[in-house]
């Protein structure tokens, strides 16, 4: 588990550097002109690949072996088992999966383009996950899942069906049609993997960090079952006014603006659950995924008024997109994953913990994601202006280079966040996060945390 | 608490369950293999029966295209937009991409949508470009892809004439299938009045502003101009190919055949700078810039003609005259016609248009060097085997003679 934590922050670190350097390159286009593997596109591959299954891969994992076995009172399945997770995940799909696409092999698909062969470890390691895992929710039966463990069960079962859609479908169908499968995975990669395991995070621990129940399971169950319901129905929205039958268009665009209202009940209930932690919690993974709430909310609200005609119209295509996908992915995904990851770290008696550097990367990273948010949001309405004007292309790209500079700029809290959580968590005395716990809010056995961590049924019943 | 409400509880999350699973596969049905089968049956119906796959070449540029990740801010896909649309040309038809494995859409534009591609950039400037972009597009963040070549824009390597192999198929079908493929797509697109008012049939099928256009009115530039910003234009956008003081040398001039005009050494008339701005010079690398807004192009003009160098025009003696126009009219007719239009017969069958003299006038010694040494990549050859020195000077004195001023009208018919 440990393992996994590190191995995040290791390839959060190299992503990180991946997109820093391609966004300089906007900037100094010359940068690594003579080496092919430093190019803009094949880093570009890089920096999301490892964003999405390099860190919040690790982090997702990393946190199930803290909250699976609380959650179900069950250890995972095997010791060793897990061993083989962390070697296939690391050494079988990141490490080479980086190596091809530097080295030009790769398909050309968004958040799909670790080559083929790098799929199968994938789908390998994703299986592996879904043993060592999903049998400990069985073992007590369903009726006593907290929303977390739906959470994680979802994730670990959609992304196994989802992974193969997204990576394989589009290789042996054409064109639109094969676009059409295309759009669907852009959206389950977020929506099926990363947002259930985000949200099995933050479910998790706000009540375990603030030793109060949330405030409604049913609303937790409802905005649980919507969601699975609806976020696969949104993929066409990343082609909209394209040749893909209009009928497929409006319709993900009304899942879009449904998923909208669920992700306002499920953000509802969360700071509901969050009410006398303060506006800015002092458990610093409370802070973590209290922030990561507020984004989430933010880039939702955002998603599904992007995806209607109107809005899409004017900034498809645009920085705009970008700046919602990094406050998709850093903003609400990675606050997650950084809040599960200090949460577990705190529980640790032997894990060192050096809260003066997490405090740091909280603000940092935060800085970095608004200031990231704004100056690209606004790019995004400058390029599409001009677009729409009908000005001379050249002209969308010399506008939008002070905003490429604040953006790269960006990167310094940024990359000084990441560095200041991985420092965070191998600096400092060991088990200081546990005493700081200690203080604050007192230790607590397992056996209390979990009741908190089931519904209220299974409660009631017990 | 009784077992009832636990098995109500059960009960209701094995039908979420199923209910969750139900979604997933209809959002795979309705959203994936749904449109997969009325894409499938309009790219039958409304494509031609058969669509020209691409060379071998043409396919390995393709995995070049790919690996490098092109499609990340050059999308393959003209959306059904009026923005899009006037931008690049007609929306992408299902069918258009039947050969796409996988799809190159993209999601993000840094770059300008490359659906339309083909036909609208010469080769030679795809390789100046690819080697070093910002020789040719000053302002432009595309990575340069000197690995593809041996050191030289024109010395490509393989895998650099498989990628523009490529580019130059992007749209070609469609193109190479109208008008009676648009004719066929609209009869059997059998769909509703908005819809096809949407598909714009109607619209033109590339509308790149740099595509050159080798006939086609060129509007009247505004008469009044300012130099200053004609100049600043032209630093900006033409400098880079013509030279900062229009000697053809800039840096993107390496690898373009022919190289690019030298516009010290000419003089041009208004209709002459206004045809190439807007139209472009069908053939070469000089892309048409009808992106521009006229009193743009007015000050380019304007630029370009200060640039000219100044040249005493002594008169020509009587023999010269006489001997020029005799060897005019016995070897440069049949491309330059009779009276130095560039419509004689020979003209419409050559790949660019030959001069008309009476819209351009090179320097005596520019048309001296160009009879002695031909201009590469173009059908103009040298002419030293066949003609004297004496007879190229003479001759090189007749087409200066056709000259009529930079306000000259637009005469003549330009083939």
Request: glycine share 10%; aromatic share 10%.
């Amino acid at each position: 588990m440990h393992a996994h934590g590190i191995a995040a922050l290791v390839t959060l670190l190299v992503s990180a550097t991946f997109g820093i350097i391609v966004a300089l390159q906007l900037l100094w286009p010359e940068l690594g002109r003579d080496t092919a593997w430093l190019s803009w596109g094949r880093l570009r591959y890089a920096h999301t690949q490892g964003i999405m299954l390099g860190w919040l891969g690790n982090a997702f994992l990393a946190f199930l072996y803290h909250g699976v076995p609380i959650l179900t009172g069950r250890p995972v399945t095997s010791r060793a088992l897990g061993a083989w997770i962390f070697g296939l995940w690391n050494f079988a799909v990141m490490v080479p999966g980086w190596l091809l696409v530097l080295a030009g092999i790769s398909q050309p698909l968004e958040w799909a383009e670790f080559p083929l062969v790098v799929d199968v470890f994938v789908v390998l390691a994703l299986l592996l996950a879904a043993v060592q895992f999903v049998p400990c929710f069985f073992a007590r039966g369903l009726e006593s899942l907290y929303v977390s463990s739906w959470y994680i069960l979802g994730g670990l079962v959609f992304t196994l069906l989802s992974y193969p859609m997204g990576n394989i479908v589009p290789e042996v169908v054409a064109g639109a049609s094969g676009a059409a499968f295309s759009g669907l995975w852009i959206h389950d990669a977020v929506g099926l993997f990363v947002t259930p395991m985000a949200l099995a995070i933050i479910y998790f621990v706000i009540p375990a960090a603030s030793r109060r129940p949330i405030y409604s399971h049913f609303l937790s169950m409802l905005g649980f079952w919507l969601l699975f319901f609806l976020y696969p129905l949104n993929g066409t929205h990343h082609y909209v006014f394209s040749v893909i039958p209009m009928a497929a268009q409006i319709g993900a665009i009304t899942a879009s603006a449904l998923l909208g209202v669920d992700v306002l009940i499920v953000v509802t209930n969360l700071f509901l659950s969050m009410r006398g932690s303060g506006f800015v919690p002092r458990d610093l993974g409370l802070r973590f995924v209290g922030m990561s709430t507020f984004f989430y909310l933010v880039v939702s609200v955002q998603g599904a008024s992007q995806a209607q005609m109107a809005v899409n119209q004017a900034v498809h295509f645009t920085d705009w997109v970008v700046g919602h996908s990094h406050l998709a992915m850093l903003g609400f995904a990675s606050f997650a994953a950084a809040g599960g990851l200090v949460h577990a770290w705190q529980r640790i008696a032997w894990a060192r913990y050096n809260a003066r550097a997490i405090t740091w990367a909280f603000w940092l990273m935060t800085a970095g994601m608004v200031i990231m948010f704004v100056d690209l949001t606004i790019a995004g309405l400058v390029q599409g202006r001009l677009w729409a004007d009908g000005a001379p292309w050249i002209e969308s790209v010399q506008a939008t280079r002070p905003y490429w500079m604040i953006r790269a700029l960006t990167g310094i809290p940024l990359a000084g966040a990441f560095i200041a959580l991985l420092v965070g968590l191998t600096t400092g005395p060991r088990g200081a996060g546990l005493r700081e716990v200690e203080a604050s809010i007192g230790t607590e056995p397992v056996d209390e945390i979990a009741p908190r961590l089931a519904p209220a049924a299974a409660v009631e019943a017990s | 608490m009784s077992g009832q409400p636990q098995r109500a509880l059960r009960m209701s999350y094995v039908v979420a369950s199923v209910a969750g699973v139900a979604f997933f596969v209809m959002s795979v049905a309705l959203l994936g293999w749904w449109p997969k089968r009325v894409l499938d049956e309009q790219s039958r119906a409304m494509g031609p029966e058969y669509v020209l796959p691409l060379s071998e070449s043409a396919r390995r540029g393709r995995v070049v295209y790919s690996r490098e990740g092109c499609a990340y801010c050059h999308t393959q896909q003209v959306r059904y937009l009026h923005t899009d649309m006037a931008r690049f040309g007609a929306p992408t038809l299902a069918w258009e991409t039947r050969l796409d494995y996988p799809h190159l859409w993209g999601t993000r534009r840094i770059g300008p949508d490359l659906t339309r591609a083909a036909f609208t950039r010469s080769t030679d400037w795809h390789f100046a470009h690819l080697f070093s972009p910002r020789a040719v597009v000053p302002a432009s963040v595309m990575p340069a892809y000197a690995a593809l070549f041996d050191g030289a824009p024109d010395r490509p390597r393989q895998e650099a004439r498989d990628l523009v192999a490529y580019l130059e198929t992007l749209g070609r079908a469609r193109e190479l299938a109208a008008p009676e493929g648009e004719a066929r797509a609209r009869e059997a697109c059998n769909c509703t009045d908005d819809e096809m008012a949407m598909m714009a049939f109607d619209g033109a099928l590339n509308a790149h502003p740099g595509r050159a256009r080798r006939t086609h009115e060129a509007p009247a530039l505004p008469r009044s101009a300012d130099l200053d910003r004609g100049r600043q234009l032209y630093g900006e956008h033409c400098a880079t190919c013509h030279g900062a003081t229009g000697q053809g040398d800039g840096p993107g001039a390496r690898g373009l055949r022919p190289a690019p005009a030298s516009l010290a050494e000419h003089e041009y008339s208004t209709d002459r700078l206004a045809d190439v701005l807007w139209n472009g010079v069908w053939g070469t690398a000089m892309p048409a810039w009808r992106d521009r807004r006229p009193e743009d192009l007015a000050a380019i003009a304007e630029a370009v003609r200060a640039l000219t160098r100044a040249e005493p025009n002594p008169p020509v003696p009587d023999h010269m005259v006489e001997l020029g126009a005799r060897v005019f009219r016995e070897n440069c007719v049949q491309c330059h016609g009779d009276e130095g239009l560039g419509n004689g017969p020979a003209a419409a069958e050559l790949a660019m248009s030959p001069s008309n003299f009476h819209r351009q006038r090179p320097s005596l010694d520019r048309a001296i060097r160009v009879l002695r040494n031909g201009i590469d990549g173009t059908p103009m050859a040298p002419w030293t085997a066949r003609l004297s020195d004496a007879e190229l000077i003479a001759v090189a004195h007749h087409v200066r003679g056709y000259y009529e001023g930079a306000s000259a009208a637009p005469g003549g018919v330009r083939r």
